[in-house]
Structure formats: structure tokens, C-alpha cells
């Protein structure tokens, strides 16, 4: 006898639980996405770079004097992020509160120094192929931070509501982890315009 | 020149005849394989019964039938060798294709620009060196190798019966080679799409024996001669005031190089590359309204009177 | 009020109290705020397919305009600058606003009543995702109709697309159009990943998921990765164009061939893209006019994939041409041959469906059928030009135009026009009339074929592409002929299938819920269904549930009629990614102005960026975010929200 099989399971949840929810999925197909696009710009600076005649690198040794720090920075405000989400976790909206803050202005910073790094370079943005990249790699990633800033923002707001608990949080959890990417994102970048010169790479 | 001016199949030099072997390959293999799954198809096909143009769907019964992997599996595994034929073969192709030529005969700097073809001649002398347009005469049975260089957008370089295309891209320098092994003319097209009148940018590759060859060359190189007569010689300033704002005649006032290289313009079998023949009433139409000719392309119509135009065709002519 | 976190779905069959309840949860608004604020699959579904076929009888007649011209050598029907804006802008349309739409159309509407859910996993982004097609679609066109359509063909190599060779607005329409048009593709594949991955039915395993499924899937997620790069390439080129940057001008440093390579890392697999959704319809539809399951069904999904990820390796194959090193063709050449073989199995599972089944001859049949023969051939086409050799003397001649049209209408057109006949009783409730489709396959048929066959011939005959008119070489002229009066003949068999439609949505004869005896899940609900799809969840057992009765073995039997109730609210049920086990109630959002608002925001955000307008770029920016804000914003009815402290 050949049975009908009927799916009747038993306590589910409702809606997202903790990380468990189709949001999760979204930000990450984002993720994905917004990845792609920096790997396809530090193709082109790869491209490019391989393809150009010598003296192709502006800075052959690009000034890490305010870049290094900025990074530490940045790297740290996903540090104060992280602790932020905890402070949800753990039922602790000051901490929250103080987590996200501090990881916002934290952001806050990155994006003024390089803001003025920007404004210390001896080229424009027009001055030659290396310039244009160089401006406009670091400047798609400024607008993600400041996407990531008003994200921060927004996720300070709502918990000053009190509309997170740890169960219901998933826009905390997913919020944090698009920092947590822009962060990652700005390690490769980092990485390819400040570190790879030194290694002999376009020079 | 042949019937079909730019197939390859109809190849005259050892870079385009190689590729013709692999292509009659892969075009039969193309067409068998189409034939075998229209065969396939025509046969599964016919279980239909005759009556089933008003046939109840729910008449005919599901089943489940038999696998039928094997059919994918045999497919495969049939597939699998001409297509690894095909890969070798290539391979093989390509080498033989490949360049540059260690010991060229001949080496011409081409260059594509919107809509003509910059052909210079390079010579261990300064004073030998020349250019001309459009037009590429090459001694019959030598190698060529062909530097190509963009000055504006990117142009293909493309002589079917001598050679498949190169790209001629702004920033850097491909290289082509061509030979041709029986004298005749050899039809090129640009074949990269380069705005308004890529259609009308064809050149013409003229191979001919090394004496025939050798006495171009010497004649392309002397600058153009004085002319003889009153017309010729009020055509002259004229050319050299208004023509020489773009194009260059050697031996004369008329220096600028963003146009085609006039000096020997009478010995060019067509005008704007490739779009007409070079006869008295096509010079003079062109000359006057190029516009209408080839839309769009970088020479103004020149609105001259009627005798202006009559003393310019008469210096024209002289640049034999 | 605290809301329940768990609960046990009520299992039960459907009655009237139930469907009542239902209706008033789903239902989408009438009037006019319910066709603007609707998140309903199904119309989203519709609203792309009707936009889609729009577009393609644009493009068609962009295509009709261009042959009169070429008719006959040195015609001069239309100038230079018409005729390159036509094949640009026919090139953009069929390829960017007809072909990915149309199976994004009929992807939306079929996914969940397929997967056996009652919506999308993100119904608002799916609305969202349609806005911007229809904006960025007529920002595009916009530039068309007053004279500065794209003029560089579709794939719009730089330099001649820099501000020194063409100054106008033209590049820019279409550089920030596919910026934007880009971002609707990216959400909807977001979109497409999530719900095949979280909201199946239980027991939809995924080796039980439909073989449109599998190819929208694989397209979805290529997608994601892909899209970045040719939206970047075009905003680096906006940026050369207006702000004097150096990407890819060589007087600053910059390299023409990062433009090919940024280009056609997304264009080929996109070509992929547009494809592998309709191998998924044909190997989907095909199996029910032959009575028995699809041969093979693990191979096609495996070779779906495969296709795809080859597909990410053959790009070059574009660039032949342009001076690269012997190594690099050598390998793009073999990859390019090798792809032929995934590509090939779902080939051999159709003709053993056919073989080993009793086909029913239907119009749909017909063009699920004749379209393996159209992929054949330009499936050997582009075998011939993935070798090197043989692809430098024909590429760039209308060689590559025969191809890629026998590939993109053989493996696109005529799948999608099979799809229409098959699922258009589902979708409307009525057949679209037989007799008036064995006209539009024949005329179709025949007129494809006389149009692109000889193409082959004018080839390799040496006819390059792109260019406005011709001196008649040998036979070009009578070969260009044929293939004009071939176009008309084709374009008259597509108006057949348009009149067909209208004709048929008020005359065309009652279909129920199962018209054609198939196995799948959306023949279990009415034709049209109502908006919560599935009265109950059914339970899948099968990769046939309507089928298991004839052809189970002893397989255990799907379960239609009884399954959980999902009445509490707007729900339906999330499932693991790979046994689709039930894992959470998900609640879904009601209509909603957000996605109108944001598209609306972002299309005066694009249109300030065109015409240098900073302060409307402000203003639609603005905007834009306060929808985004409005639209994240947690509310409890989605349980995204809840006191920390009761």
C-alpha cells in the first residue's frame, strides 16, 4: 500500500530567528554582489598596471601614514560593531548603543581621513589612468562606509526604540555583517594600492 | 580580383590557405551533425500516429518508460571525438599561423584611422621611407611583416585571402604577416566596427613579381613631379593652401599627414578606400562632395568654383 | 501584545471558511493603488512578460528597418548614423529589455506555483525589480527616440565610444540606462537565489526541482557574479566621458582592452543566462506532449550548471582579434570547444524524451521540438568559430550574425513562444487557439530559417557585419534579398502569435486545471490560480506529483489535497536548502508603495546624472532612501521586531 506522505511538523518558528531567516540569505546575496564588483576594479588596476609602460605608478611608494592607521581604525570599529550586536544578544542596550555608536563614528573618522588623504595627493582624479583608479576604487568604497555609516545609523535608532531582543534581531545580524564586509573589502583594497607597490608591482 | 573578393576559401597565401583544411573540417563535421539530429529528430518524430492533429491528450497514457540514459551517454562519447579532432587540429593551425616572421622580406607600418587605411614603407634610410593609402603593394612569395598601429578608434585589419584579422588598437602594436603566392589583387575590409563609415574602409593588397614590385617602390619614393602646364600649376597652390591643410604631396608645400598621402595618388587604382574607382569624373565628385560619397568622413565638401575644381584635377592628375 | 515565536501549523484540506480567509490575506487591492503597490508574483510575472514582447516587437521592427536597407547593395533607405544607431539599439534591446525579462517573466510567475509556495522569498524586491526595468527601459529608449540611441553597437568598444569620437548624449543614455537596468537584474536574481534555496514546498528536494528551476537558478546566481562587471564598465566609461578620468583613453595611461575584457567576462556567461531558463522550459514542457518523464533529468540539471561554469571561462573568445598571446587563445579556444559537451546532453535527453515517448503533436510540441534542431545549428556555428584559425577570417562577417541569432531565437525565442502556448491556459484560464498556432510555428519556422540560413553562406562568403550597405560581390546581393524577405515572413509569424493572444484571452476555449495532463505543481491549482496559489501546502514526494499514480513505482505519493494551513496571516512556510525540510513560518509583506517610491527615486536620481542635474540627482537620491528607509523599516507584522524586555 503506498502511502501519502504529509508534511505536518511541530513547533516552528515565526518569522526570523536570531540569524535564521531569509534576510540573512538576502544580505549575503548582496554581498556577493557588491564583492564581485571590487574584484572587477582591482582587476582593472591589475590590468592595467601589468599592461602600462614604466613610471605607471605615481606613488612608487605610497605614504602609509595615514592609510595604516585608518585601516587599524576600521578594523577596529567592526571590533566595537561586533560588541554592539552582543550588547543585543546579551539583552544589554547600553552596550548596544554604545557598540553601534562608537562603530559609527569610528566609520565617521575613516571616511574624514580619507577624505584628507585624498586631499594630500599630488594627483587628481583626471591626472593619468593610475589616478582614475585609484580615486575611484577608493571612492566606490567610501560610499559603501557611508551606506554602512547610515546602516549603523538606522540599527542605533531602532535599538534606542527597543525593537530588538535576542531572538528577534536579524536586522542587527545582517546589518553588522554588511560592516563587517565593507571592512573586508577595504583590506584588499588596502592591500593592492598600498602594499603591492612596495612588492615591485607597476613600478 | 575573384568572384568572392573576400572569401578565404578562395585563398592566395600560405597564411590563409592553412586555416581552409580545418574550416572545410569543421563546416562538414557542422553540417553532418546537423543532418544526423534532424535525421534523429525526423525519426522520433514520425511514432506520432497520422491522426494526431485532434488527439485528446488524456488518450495517450503516461508512462514511464525506459531510461534512455545510454542515448546521452552515446551522444556524448560520439561528440567527444570530433570535437577533440577539432581542438588538435587547431592547435596545429595555429602554429602555423603564427608570427611574427623572424626574417620578414618586407616590413609596413599600417595604420587604421576613421575611415583609411596609413600604409608606410619602412627603409633602413630615412630618406626611403614613404606612405601611402589605402593601397598595399607587396613582391609576390616574400613574408610581409605588417606592424599595426590605431590612431583614432580600434580597426581590423582583415585581407581574407591572405590572412585572417588583427586588430589595430590605440596603445599598442599588433602584429600581422602576409604573403601571397601568385600575383593579383587581394581585397581588405576593415572588420571592427569604427563608426559612421566603417563600410566604405576597405584596401586593396596588390602582389606582383619582384621587378614590377622593386619599380613601384622606386616610384613611390620620388617626390611628386613639377607640373608643365598653367592649370596644373594654379592647381598646385591651390592644393597646397586648401588640400595640404590635411594632406601631404612630397616635394611640395602641402605637408599635413591626418589625410591619405596624395603623392602618387594616380597610381591608386580606387578613392576613399576602396569606394570608387579612381577615373577623372570620380576624382572630381569626390574632391567637391566627398559628403555625399561617404557621409559622415572627416573631408569637408570643398565648395569650389568650377574653375578651381578643373585646376585642381589638373595638378591631380599629374601625380602619377 | 506578544505574538507567539513558535507555533504548529494546522494541517487540514481547504474549504470555504479557509479560501475566504485567504483571499482576504492575499488579495492585491483593486484599482489603482493595488496595481501600484502589488507584490504579487504572478502579476509582476505578467507585467514583465507584456513589457518583454513589447520590447521584442521594437527590436523586431528596428531589425525589419535595417534589412530593407540591406535588401540590395548600396541602397539608401537610411543613413549611416540611422543604420548604426538601429543595429546598436536592436543589438540592446533583444539582448538587455527582451531576452533576460521574458524568462525572468515567466520565471516569476511559475517559481512558486512550480516550487508549490504562495510568493517569492522577497515579494516587495520582485515589484522592485520590474519598476526598474520598465524605467530603466524608457530611460534607454528615451535616448532612442530623440536621435541619440546608442550608436556603438551593443557591446560598445571603447575608443570609439569616448567623448573624442562621439560627443553627443548618445553614450551616456546608454552607459547610466544599463547602470541602471543592471540594478533591476541583480535584485531579481537575489530574488530567484533565495527562493530556490528557502521557500519550496516541503519534500521539493532539489533533485526533484524542475528543470526551469535549475536554469533560472544557475542564471541567477551567474548573474550576481557578472552583472558588477559590465555595470562597471559602463559607469568607468560615463566617468571618462563627463569627468575626464583615464580608464580607457590611451593618452592618459588608460587600455581599450580593459573595456573587452570587463565587457565580455559578463557578456558571455549572460549569453548563458538568457539561454539556460529556456532549455529548463523545453526540457519541462517537452516530457508531457511525449507522455513520460524527461530522459536523463540528473545529467540536464548537473549540465544546466556546468554549462554555466565553463561559461565563465570562454570570454576571450570574443577577443580573438585583438593581439593576445598565443597561449591565451590557445586555451580560450579549447575551452570554447569543450563547452559543447554540457551543452550537448540536454540535446541528446530531448531527442530520447521524443523517441522513447508517444509525442502529442501541439503548437507548443512543435516549438519545443523544432528549437532543438535551431540549437544544433548554431550550436556547430559557434564550434566552428571557437577554433582560432577558423574564427579570424570569420569573425566580425555575418558568419557570427547567423550564429548568435540561431542561438539566441532558436534557444530563447522559440522556447519562450512554446512556453506561451503551454502555460497560457494556466495563466488566463483559456487555450490559445490551435489552428491559428500551426500558423505562427510555420510561418516562424520557415521565415527564421530563410532569413539566417544563407547567412552562413554571406560568411563565408566575407560580408562583414556592421556596416549600413554593400557592393554586391558575388551573390551578396540576391543572398542579402532572401534573408529580407525571410525577415517579413518571420516577423508576420510573430504577429501571428500577438493577435493570437488578444484573440484568445476573450474567445479562446476554457481550460481547467490541467489541460494538458501534466505532472508538475502548478497544474494543481485553478487556471487562473487565485492569489495565495496553494490552498494547503502540498507535500512533494516525486520529481512528478500529478504523475505518481501512473508511473510511482513504490515511491511514496505526494500530498495535494491535505498540508498545512498557513492561514494565521500572510504566510507561507521556508524550507532547509537542500531536503526542503520545513524550517519557519514566514510571513510575508502586504502591497507596498516602497518599491514604486525607490524606482521612482532612482530614475531622477539617473536622469539628474544624464543631464548633469546634480540637484534632481539629490532629489531622487533622497528619495530613493526614504523609501529604502521606509521599506527596511522593522515592523511586527513580519516579526522583525520585538522588546527586548517583554
Known amino acids: ?203 | 580580383m575573384s568572384d568572392w573578393p573576400l572569401s578565404y576559401l578562395t585563398s592566395a597565401g600560405p597564411r590563409a590557405r592553412e586555416v581552409v583544411p580545418l574550416t572545410w573540417y569543421v563546416l562538414l563535421v557542422s553540417i553532418a551533425v546537423s543532418l544526423v539530429i534532424s535525421a534523429l529528430l525526423w525519426r522520433a518524430l514520425r511514432r506520432t500516429r497520422p491522426e494526431d492533429q485532434s488527439i485528446e491528450i488524456r488518450d495517450v497514457p503516461i508512462e514511464r518508460g525506459t531510461s534512455g540514459v545510454r542515448w546521452i551517454s552515446i551522444g556524448l562519447m560520439v561528440s567527444a571525438v570530433p570535437l577533440a579532432v577539432a581542438f588538435v587540429w587547431t592547435l596545429l593551425t595555429l602554429a602555423a599561423i603564427a608570427g611574427p616572421p623572424a626574417h620578414p622580406g618586407l616590413v609596413l607600418d599600417v595604420t587604421g584611422r576613421q575611415w583609411w587605411w596609413q600604409v608606410e614603407y619602412a627603409a633602413s634610410q630615412p630618406s626611403d621611407v614613404f606612405a601611402t593609402a589605402n593601397e598595399i603593394h607587396i613582391p609576390v612569395g616574400v613574408q610581409v611583416l605588417v606592424r599595426l598601429h590605431g590612431a583614432d578608434v580600434i580597426h581590423s585589419f582583415w585581407v581574407p585571402q591572405l590572412s585572417g584579422k588583427t586588430d589595430a588598437i590605440p596603445g599598442q602594436t599588433n602584429t600581422s604577416w602576409i604573403q601571397a603566392d601568385k600575383p593579383g589583387r587581394y581585397l581588405g575590409q576593415c572588420t571592427e566596427f569604427c563608426g559612421a563609415q566603417h563600410a566604405h574602409m576597405q584596401f586593396e593588397v596588390v602582389a606582383e613579381p619582384r621587378e614590377d614590385f622593386d619599380r613601384w617602390e622606386s616610384l613611390q619614393r620620388q617626390p611628386a613631379a613639377v607640373p608643365s602646364t598653367a592649370e596644373a600649376s594654379r592647381g598646385l597652390s591651390l592644393v597646397e593652401y586648401r588640400c595640404g591643410l590635411c594632406h601631404r604631396v612630397r616635394g611640395t608645400a602641402a605637408g599635413a599627414v591626418s589625410a591619405p598621402d596624395l603623392t602618387h595618388l594616380m597610381t591608386r587604382r580606387t578613392l576613399a578606400a576602396g569606394t570608387l574607382l579612381n577615373n577623372p569624373g570620380n576624382l572630381a565628385g569626390w574632391v567637391q562632395n566627398p559628403q555625399n560619397i561617404k557621409p559622415g568622413n572627416l573631408m569637408p565638401n570643398q565648395f569650389l568654383s568650377a574653375q578651381q575644381l578643373s585646376d585642381a584635377l589638373a595638378y591631380l592628375e599629374t601625380l602619377k | 501584545m506578544m505574538q507567539p515565536q513558535v507555533r504548529t501549523p494546522t494541517v487540514g484540506i481547504d474549504g470555504v471558511e479557509h479560501e475566504a480567509r485567504l483571499h482576504e490575506l492575499w488579495d492585491t487591492s483593486p484599482g489603482w493603488k493595488g496595481f501600484l503597490t502589488t507584490v504579487d508574483h504572478k502579476e509582476i510575472g505578467i507585467r514583465y512578460i507584456i513589457t518583454a514582447f513589447v520590447f521584442l516587437a521594437l527590436g523586431g521592427t528596428e531589425a525589419l528597418l535595417m534589412r530593407l536597407q540591406l535588401a540590395g547593395p548600396n541602397l539608401t533607405l537610411l543613413t549611416p548614423e540611422q543604420y548604426n544607431q538601429l543595429f546598436s539599439t536592436h543589438g540592446m534591446t533583444m539582448i538587455f529589455l527582451y531576452a533576460s525579462p521574458i524568462l525572468s517573466g515567466f520565471s516569476n510567475y511559475l517559481w512558486p506555483l512550480l516550487l508549490g509556495s504562495r510568493d517569492m522569498a522577497f515579494p516587495r524586491l520582485n515589484a522592485l525589480s520590474y519598476w526598474i526595468y520598465l524605467a530603466a527601459g524608457l530611460f534607454l529608449y528615451a535616448g532612442f527616440v530623440t536621435g541619440n540611441g546608442p550608436n556603438d553597437g551593443w557591446f560598445n568598444y571603447v575608443p570609439y565610444a569616448s567623448r573624442d569620437f562621439n560627443p553627443g548624449l548618445n553614450e551616456d543614455f546608454y552607459a547610466l540606462g544599463m547602470v541602471f537596468l543592471g540594478i533591476s537584474t541583480t535584485v531579481g536574481a537575489a530574488n530567484f537565489v533565495v527562493t530556490a534555496f528557502r521557500t519550496r514546498a516541503p519534500g521539493m528536494s532539489i533533485n526533484r526541482l524542475p528543470i526551469l528551476v535549475w536554469g533560472t537558478l544557475t542564471a541567477s546566481v551567474a548573474n550576481l557574479i557578472v552583472v558588477p562587471a559590465v555595470s562597471l564598465a559602463f559607469f568607468l566609461l560615463w566617468m571618462d566621458r563627463q569627468f575626464g578620468t583615464h580608464f580607457f583613453d590611451t593618452a592618459g595611461g588608460g587600455q581599450p582592452l580593459l573595456w573587452q575584457h570587463l565587457f565580455w567576462i559578463f557578456g558571455h556567461p549572460w549569453v548563458y543566462a538568457i539561454v539556460l531558463p529556456a532549455m529548463g522550459m523545453v526540457s519541462d514542457g517537452l516530457p508531457v506532449f511525449c507522455r513520460r518523464p524527461l530522459v536523463g533529468y540528473s545529467l540536464v540539471a548537473l549540465s544546466t550548471v556546468a554549462t554555466m561554469i565553463f561559461g565563465f571561462g570562454v570570454w576571450v573568445h570574443h577577443m580573438f582579434a585583438t593581439g593576445l598571446p598565443g597561449l591565451g587563445l590557445a586555451f580560450f579556444s579549447g575551452a570554447s570547444i569543450a563547452i559543447v559537451v554540457p551543452s550537448a546532453v540536454a540535446v541528446f535527453a530531448w531527442i530520447a524524451t521524443i523517441r522513447l515517448g508517444r509525442p502529442v503533436i501541439t503548437t507548443a510540441f512543435l516549438f519545443f521540438s523544432s528549437m532543438i534542431l535551431l540549437f544544433v545549428i548554431g550550436g556547430v556555428s559557434g564550434f566552428m568559430t571557437a577554433s582560432v584559425p577558423v574564427d579570424l577570417q570569420l569573425t566580425d562577417t555575418y558568419f557570427v550574425v547567423a550564429h548568435l541569432h540561431y542561438v539566441l531565437i532558436g534557444i530563447n525565442v522559440f522556447p519562450v513562444v512554446g512556453a506561451t502556448y503551454f502555460w497560457f491556459p494556466k495563466m488566463t484560464g483559456r487555450f490559445l487557439d490551435e489552428k491559428l498556432g500551426r500558423w505562427n510555428f510555420w510561418t516562424m519556422f520557415i521565415g527564421f530559417n530563410l532569413a539566417f540560413l544563407p547567412m552562413h553562406l554571406t560568411g563565408l562568403l566575407g560580408m562583414p557585419r556592421r556596416v549600413y550597405t554593400y557592393a554586391d560581390y558575388g551573390g551578396w546581393g540576391a543572398l542579402n534579398l532572401i534573408t529580407s524577405i525571410g525577415s517579413f515572413v518571420f516577423a508576420a509569424g510573430a504577429m501571428l502569435l500577438f493577435f493570437n493572444v488578444i484573440k484568445s484571452l476573450k474567445s479562446g476555449a476554457i481550460a481547467g486545471k490541467n489541460p494538458w495532463d501534466a505532472p508538475t505543481l502548478e497544474w494543481s491549482v485553478p487556471s487562473p490560480p487565485p492569489a495565495y496559489n496553494f490552498a494547503v501546502i502540498p507535500t512533494v514526494a516525486s520529481r512528478h506529483p500529478l504523475w505518481e499514480n501512473r508511473i510511482g513505482g513504490d515511491g511514496a505519493l505526494s500530498s495535494l489535497d491535505r498540508g498545512m494551513m498557513l492561514d494565521h496571516g500572510k504566510e507561507t512556510i521556508a524550507t532547509s536548502a537542500l531536503d526542503a525540510e520545513p524550517d519557519m513560518v514566514l510571513e510575508m509583506p502586504h502591497d507596498s508603495f516602497a518599491p514604486l517610491i525607490l524606482a521612482v527615486g532612482l530614475s531622477a536620481l539617473f536622469v539628474g546624472l544624464l543631464l548633469k542635474m546634480w540637484m534632481l540627482t539629490g532629489i531622487g537620491g533622497a528619495i530613493a532612501a526614504f523609501a529604502i528607509l521606509l521599506w527596511l523599516w522593522p515592523t511586527t507584522d513580519l516579526r522583525e521586531r520585538e522588546p527586548a524586555h517583554g
Open chain 1, 1 to 203: 500500500m503506498v502511502e501519502t506522505i504529509v508534511s505536518a511538523p511541530a513547533d516552528l518558528p515565526v518569522g526570523p530567528v536570531r540569524r535564521h531567516g531569509i534576510g540573512w540569505w538576502g544580505v549575503g546575496t548582496l554581498i556577493a554582489s557588491e564583492g564581485a564588483l571590487f574584484a572587477y576594479l582591482l582587476f582593472a588596476y591589475y590590468y592595467t598596471g601589468a599592461t602600462a609602460p614604466a613610471g605607471w605608478l605615481l606613488e612608487p611608494s605610497p605614504a602609509l601614514k595615514l592609510a595604516l592607521p585608518n585601516t587599524v581604525l576600521l578594523l577596529l570599529s567592526s571590533l566595537a560593531a561586533w560588541c554592539g550586536e552582543q550588547g543585543i544578544l546579551k539583552r544589554g542596550r547600553a552596550r548596544a548603543l554604545f557598540g553601534f555608536g562608537l562603530a559609527f563614528v569610528m566609520g565617521a573618522v575613516f571616511v574624514a581621513v580619507q577624505g584628507i588623504e585624498w586631499r594630500s595627493k599630488s594627483f587628481g582624479i583626471g591626472t593619468s589612468s593610475y589616478s582614475s583608479l585609484y580615486f575611484v576604487t577608493t571612492g566606490f568604497h567610501i560610499a559603501h562606509v557611508i551606506v554602512g555609516l547610515a546602516v549603523l545609523l538606522a540599527i542605533f535608532g531602532w535599538t534606542a526604540l527597543d525593537y530588538f531582543s535576542p531572538r528577534r534581531r536579524l536586522v542587527v545580524s545582517a546589518g553588522v555583517l554588511y560592516w563587517h564586509f565593507v571592512d573586508a573589502v577595504w583590506l584588499f583594497v588596502f592591500a593592492t594600492y598600498y602594499l603591492t607597490p612596495y612588492l615591485g608591482f607597476g613600478r
